[in-house]
């Protein structure tokens, strides 16, 4: 079976040389690119353990605040709980900006978000139940928890896009590239070894010719 080699090469000592050179940088972008997935690998996973610990908190946490709520809701009625809700102002401030892993632009959340009492939330606690007190604050830490762990499982989608491309692209010099040019060189190789013996045996011959003619 013919082995694959790169085609529209032309068997020079030039092109040899330009062959030998990509073969060089090919085997080096090789090695970085594995260096590079074997690290965003290692990052992704600890990551991972990361976001499995971040939605267990965040669902215990809700858990806690849904079932505040819905005592709130038996002991007040489902009007008075959403006219207290209504009354609650606006209290995140969110800023987005990025960090680079590996060259991977990932997000960085940074949240504040107003910690706030009985009375500051807006509704009145004469005529509300300590369940709607209990219910919020869970809520309200309940936001700064989904919001890291949204910052956590984006980067999580992004590592993991970037290392699989970092895979096909290791594969594709490992299997495809590295060894077509290896074969392109050995193939060069050869051609210019048997036309080095065509030209010898020509002048051999050559030789041979002006030998003879110069004996008569």
Same mark, same amino acid.
């Given at each position: 079976?013919?082995?694959?080699?790169?085609?529209?090469?032309?068997?020079? %000592?030039?092109?040899?040389?330009?062959?030998?050179? =990509? $073969?060089?940088?090919?085997?080096?972008?090789?090695?970085?690119?594995? $260096?590079? =997935?074997?690290?965003?690998?290692?990052?992704?996973?600890?990551?991972?353990?990361?976001?499995?610990?971040?939605?267990?908190?965040?669902?215990?946490?809700?858990?806690?605040?849904?079932?505040?709520?819905?005592?709130?809701?038996?002991?007040?009625?489902?009007?008075?709980?959403?006219?207290?809700?209504?009354?609650?102002?606006?209290?995140?401030?969110?800023?987005?900006?990025?960090?680079?892993?590996?060259?991977?632009?990932?997000?960085?959340?940074?949240?504040?978000?107003?910690?706030?009492?009985?009375?500051? %939330?807006?509704?009145?606690? &004469?005529?509300?139940?300590?369940?709607?007190?209990?219910?919020?604050?869970?809520? $309200?830490?309940?936001?700064?928890?989904?919001?890291?762990?949204?910052?956590?499982?984006?980067?999580?989608?992004?590592?993991?896009?970037?290392? $699989? &491309?970092?895979? %096909?692209?290791?594969?594709?010099?490992?299997?495809?590239?590295?060894?077509?040019?290896?074969?392109?060189?050995?193939?060069?190789?050869?051609?210019?070894?048997?036309?080095? %013996?065509?030209?010898?045996?020509?002048?051999?011959?050559?030789?041979?010719?002006?030998?003879?003619?110069?004996?008569?």
């Amino acid at each position: 079976m013919a082995q694959d080699t790169i085609e529209g090469i032309n068997p020079t %000592r030039m092109e040899l040389l330009n062959l030998k050179n =990509r $073969e060089k940088l090919a085997v080096k972008g090789h090695s970085l690119l594995k $260096e590079k =997935r074997d690290a965003l690998i290692m990052e992704f996973f600890e990551i991972l353990d990361r976001v499995k610990g971040s939605r267990e908190k965040t669902e215990e946490k809700l858990k806690e605040a849904y079932e505040n709520l819905t005592e709130a809701q038996v002991i007040m009625g489902d009007l008075s709980v959403q006219k207290a809700a209504l009354a609650v102002k606006e209290s995140v401030d969110v800023k987005i900006e990025s960090r680079s892993i590996m060259g991977v632009i990932v997000p960085v959340v940074d949240s504040k978000i107003d910690s706030k009492t009985v009375v500051t %939330r807006g509704y009145g606690f &004469s005529d509300t139940s300590v369940k709607l007190d209990e219910a919020a604050k869970k809520f $309200e830490e309940s936001i700064a928890l989904i919001i890291e762990l949204g910052e956590i499982e984006k980067t999580i989608h992004l590592l993991a896009a970037e290392i $699989e &491309s970092t895979k %096909r692209r290791v594969n594709a010099l490992e299997h495809i590239m590295v060894p077509k040019i290896k074969n392109t060189v050995k193939s060069i190789e050869m051609r210019l070894q048997e036309m080095e %013996r065509e030209t010898f045996v020509q002048l051999k011959m050559i030789k041979s010719s002006i030998d003879a003619n110069s004996q008569i």
